[in-house]
Protein backbone atom coordinates (compact mmCIF):
# COMPACT_ATOMS: atom_id res chain seq x y z
CA UNK A 1 0.00 0.00 0.00
CA UNK A 2 0.91 3.59 -0.05
CA UNK A 3 1.85 5.92 2.88
CA UNK A 4 3.01 9.00 4.03
CA UNK A 5 4.46 9.20 7.16
CA UNK A 6 5.19 12.63 9.11
CA UNK A 7 5.16 13.56 12.85
CA UNK A 8 1.64 14.37 14.54
CA UNK A 9 3.04 17.46 16.35
CA UNK A 10 5.71 19.43 16.88
CA UNK A 11 6.72 22.29 19.42
CA UNK A 12 9.63 25.09 18.51
CA UNK A 13 9.91 29.07 19.88
CA UNK A 14 10.16 31.88 17.55
CA UNK A 15 13.05 32.47 16.26
CA UNK A 16 14.61 29.32 16.19
CA UNK A 17 14.82 26.37 13.35
CA UNK A 18 12.17 23.76 12.88
CA UNK A 19 12.92 20.66 10.46
CA UNK A 20 9.76 18.50 9.73
CA UNK A 21 9.87 15.37 8.16
CA UNK A 22 8.22 13.03 5.98
CA UNK A 23 8.77 9.66 4.57
CA UNK A 24 6.74 7.87 1.98
CA UNK A 25 6.01 4.42 0.49
CA UNK A 26 3.92 5.21 -2.68
CA UNK A 27 3.52 3.38 -6.56
CA UNK A 28 6.21 5.66 -8.50
CA UNK A 29 7.33 9.10 -8.04
CA UNK A 30 6.46 11.66 -9.49
CA UNK A 31 7.04 15.22 -7.30
CA UNK A 32 6.68 15.95 -3.17
CA UNK A 33 4.74 18.46 -2.14
CA UNK A 34 4.78 20.52 0.96
CA UNK A 35 1.53 22.93 1.81
CA UNK A 36 0.55 25.02 5.09
CA UNK A 37 -2.66 25.18 6.41
CA UNK A 38 -3.80 27.30 9.31
CA UNK A 39 -6.55 26.53 11.43
CA UNK A 40 -10.07 26.62 9.56
CA UNK A 41 -8.49 27.57 6.08
CA UNK A 42 -7.41 26.41 3.15
CA UNK A 43 -4.20 24.55 2.63
CA UNK A 44 -2.13 26.56 0.28
CA UNK A 45 1.06 25.11 -1.88
CA UNK A 46 4.41 26.01 0.09
CA UNK A 47 6.90 23.68 -2.11
CA UNK A 48 7.35 21.19 -4.58
CA UNK A 49 10.35 19.08 -5.18
CA UNK A 50 11.19 16.47 -7.71
CA UNK A 51 14.71 16.01 -7.94
CA UNK A 52 17.29 15.36 -5.09
CA UNK A 53 18.30 18.30 -3.24
CA UNK A 54 17.55 21.40 -1.12
CA UNK A 55 14.89 24.19 -2.73
CA UNK A 56 14.94 27.51 -1.18
CA UNK A 57 12.53 29.96 -0.90
CA UNK A 58 13.01 32.39 1.68
CA UNK A 59 12.37 31.42 5.26
CA UNK A 60 11.40 28.18 4.21
CA UNK A 61 13.27 25.03 2.28
CA UNK A 62 12.16 21.65 1.37
CA UNK A 63 15.09 18.93 0.88
CA UNK A 64 14.53 15.78 -1.16
CA UNK A 65 16.20 12.11 -1.12
CA UNK A 66 14.04 9.89 -3.59
CA UNK A 67 16.59 7.11 -3.03
CA UNK A 68 15.80 7.51 0.68
CA UNK A 69 11.75 7.90 0.07
CA UNK A 70 12.53 11.10 1.87
CA UNK A 71 11.92 14.48 2.41
CA UNK A 72 12.29 17.50 5.06
CA UNK A 73 10.39 21.01 5.42
CA UNK A 74 13.11 23.34 7.08
CA UNK A 75 11.74 26.75 8.90
CA UNK A 76 13.61 29.47 9.50
CA UNK A 77 13.62 32.33 12.36
CA UNK A 78 10.21 31.06 13.05
CA UNK A 79 7.34 33.50 13.77
CA UNK A 80 3.94 32.93 15.75
CA UNK A 81 2.16 32.71 12.58
CA UNK A 82 3.86 30.11 11.03
CA UNK A 83 1.59 28.25 13.54
CA UNK A 84 -0.40 26.06 11.71
CA UNK A 85 -0.56 21.56 10.51
CA UNK A 86 1.92 20.96 7.51
CA UNK A 87 0.82 18.82 4.72
CA UNK A 88 3.55 16.49 2.86
CA UNK A 89 2.17 14.92 -0.44
CA UNK A 90 3.16 12.68 -2.88
CA UNK A 91 2.31 12.73 -6.41
CA UNK A 92 1.95 8.93 -7.33
CA UNK A 93 2.56 7.07 -10.64
CA UNK A 94 -1.25 7.72 -11.86
CA UNK A 95 -0.55 11.40 -11.15
CA UNK A 96 -2.68 11.71 -8.17
CA UNK A 97 -1.34 13.01 -4.71
CA UNK A 98 -1.04 10.33 -2.07
CA UNK A 99 -1.40 12.90 1.56
CA UNK A 100 0.05 12.26 5.05
CA UNK A 101 -2.23 13.51 7.84
CA UNK A 102 -0.29 16.42 8.94
CA UNK A 103 2.54 17.99 11.37
CA UNK A 104 0.71 20.95 13.85
CA UNK A 105 3.45 22.75 14.36
CA UNK A 106 2.88 25.23 17.83
CA UNK A 107 5.17 28.32 18.23
CA UNK A 108 5.92 29.24 21.30
CA UNK A 109 7.13 33.18 22.51
CA UNK B 1 -8.05 34.88 -1.95
CA UNK B 2 -7.22 31.58 -3.58
CA UNK B 3 -9.30 31.36 -6.24
CA UNK B 4 -11.18 28.44 -5.61
CA UNK B 5 -14.42 29.18 -3.82
CA UNK B 6 -16.96 26.81 -1.72
CA UNK B 7 -20.30 27.41 -0.18
CA UNK B 8 -21.89 27.06 2.15
CA UNK B 9 -18.62 26.96 4.85
CA UNK B 10 -20.79 25.42 7.16
CA UNK B 11 -23.96 23.17 6.88
CA UNK B 12 -25.87 20.80 9.44
CA UNK B 13 -27.99 18.40 8.23
CA UNK B 14 -30.23 14.70 9.57
CA UNK B 15 -29.28 11.77 7.87
CA UNK B 16 -32.55 11.96 6.07
CA UNK B 17 -31.69 15.52 4.59
CA UNK B 18 -30.73 16.12 0.67
CA UNK B 19 -28.32 18.81 0.56
CA UNK B 20 -25.51 20.05 -2.34
CA UNK B 21 -22.02 21.34 -1.40
CA UNK B 22 -20.77 24.30 -3.72
CA UNK B 23 -17.11 24.58 -5.43
CA UNK B 24 -16.37 27.22 -7.95
CA UNK B 25 -13.07 28.28 -9.30
CA UNK B 26 -11.85 31.51 -10.84
CA UNK B 27 -8.56 30.54 -12.29
CA UNK B 28 -8.92 28.83 -15.77
CA UNK B 29 -7.98 25.25 -14.64
CA UNK B 30 -9.31 22.22 -16.19
CA UNK B 31 -9.21 19.66 -13.48
CA UNK B 32 -11.43 20.27 -9.98
CA UNK B 33 -11.14 17.86 -6.89
CA UNK B 34 -13.48 16.70 -4.11
CA UNK B 35 -11.64 16.16 -0.45
CA UNK B 36 -12.47 14.89 3.10
CA UNK B 37 -10.46 16.28 5.69
CA UNK B 38 -10.69 14.68 9.19
CA UNK B 39 -9.33 15.11 11.89
CA UNK B 40 -5.95 14.11 12.18
CA UNK B 41 -6.54 12.09 9.19
CA UNK B 42 -4.65 12.22 5.42
CA UNK B 43 -6.50 13.97 2.94
CA UNK B 44 -9.32 11.57 1.23
CA UNK B 45 -9.28 12.23 -2.42
CA UNK B 46 -13.02 11.39 -3.08
CA UNK B 47 -13.61 12.89 -7.19
CA UNK B 48 -11.80 13.72 -9.76
CA UNK B 49 -12.48 15.75 -12.56
CA UNK B 50 -9.96 15.79 -15.13
CA UNK B 51 -9.78 17.17 -18.81
CA UNK B 52 -13.90 16.84 -18.57
CA UNK B 53 -13.76 13.01 -17.12
CA UNK B 54 -14.62 12.07 -14.25
CA UNK B 55 -12.07 9.47 -11.99
CA UNK B 56 -14.14 8.22 -9.05
CA UNK B 57 -12.48 6.36 -6.45
CA UNK B 58 -14.07 3.45 -5.93
CA UNK B 59 -14.71 3.65 -2.00
CA UNK B 60 -16.66 6.41 -2.00
CA UNK B 61 -20.13 5.37 -0.62
CA UNK B 62 -22.99 6.58 -3.46
CA UNK B 63 -24.65 8.85 -0.94
CA UNK B 64 -21.62 11.08 -2.36
CA UNK B 65 -22.84 12.10 -6.23
CA UNK B 66 -20.36 14.39 -7.49
CA UNK B 67 -21.37 16.97 -10.96
CA UNK B 68 -19.35 18.90 -13.06
CA UNK B 69 -21.45 21.05 -15.14
CA UNK B 70 -18.47 23.29 -16.82
CA UNK B 71 -14.70 23.49 -15.73
CA UNK B 72 -15.36 26.17 -13.26
CA UNK B 73 -18.14 24.58 -11.17
CA UNK B 74 -18.31 21.13 -9.15
CA UNK B 75 -21.04 20.20 -6.59
CA UNK B 76 -21.14 17.60 -4.04
CA UNK B 77 -24.76 15.92 -3.49
CA UNK B 78 -25.48 14.53 -0.39
CA UNK B 79 -28.19 12.49 0.32
CA UNK B 80 -29.00 9.83 3.41
CA UNK B 81 -25.61 10.56 4.84
CA UNK B 82 -24.10 9.29 8.42
CA UNK B 83 -22.86 10.65 11.17
CA UNK B 84 -19.30 9.21 10.49
CA UNK B 85 -19.64 11.75 6.85
CA UNK B 86 -19.05 14.73 9.06
CA UNK B 87 -15.79 16.36 8.51
CA UNK B 88 -14.28 19.15 6.12
CA UNK B 89 -15.15 18.98 2.38
CA UNK B 90 -12.33 20.32 0.18
CA UNK B 91 -12.70 21.77 -2.75
CA UNK B 92 -9.53 22.29 -5.21
CA UNK B 93 -8.28 22.77 -8.64
CA UNK B 94 -5.40 22.41 -10.87
CA UNK B 95 -3.69 22.67 -14.15
CA UNK B 96 -3.23 19.63 -15.89
CA UNK B 97 -0.97 19.25 -19.18
CA UNK B 98 2.03 20.84 -20.51
CA UNK B 99 2.59 24.67 -18.97
CA UNK B 100 2.32 24.34 -15.45
CA UNK B 101 5.38 23.30 -13.79
CA UNK B 102 3.91 21.84 -10.64
CA UNK B 103 0.65 21.47 -11.38
CA UNK B 104 -0.13 22.11 -7.84
CA UNK B 105 -4.00 22.28 -6.51
CA UNK B 106 -5.55 24.96 -5.30
CA UNK B 107 -7.92 24.65 -2.59
CA UNK B 108 -11.34 26.08 -1.11
CA UNK B 109 -11.62 27.46 2.54
CA UNK B 110 -13.80 24.07 3.02
CA UNK B 111 -17.18 23.41 3.94
CA UNK B 112 -17.53 22.02 7.50
CA UNK B 113 -20.09 19.91 7.46
CA UNK B 114 -22.06 18.17 10.60
CA UNK B 115 -24.26 14.98 10.22
CA UNK B 116 -26.64 14.30 13.33
Known amino acids: GQNIDQPTEMTATEGAIVQINCTYQ??????LFWYQQHAGEAPTFLSYNVLDGLEEKGRFSSFLSRSKGYSYLLLKELQMKDSASYLC??????????WGAGTKLIIKP | ETGVTQTPRHLVMGMTNKKSLKCEQHLGHNAMYWYKQSAKKPLELMFV???????ENNSVPSRFSPECPNSSHLFLHLHTLQPEDSALYLCASSQEGAGSPYNEQFFGPGTRLTVL
Open chain 1, 89 to 98: AVRDSNYQLI
Open chain 2, 49 to 55: YSLEERV
Open chain 1, 26 to 31: TSGFNG
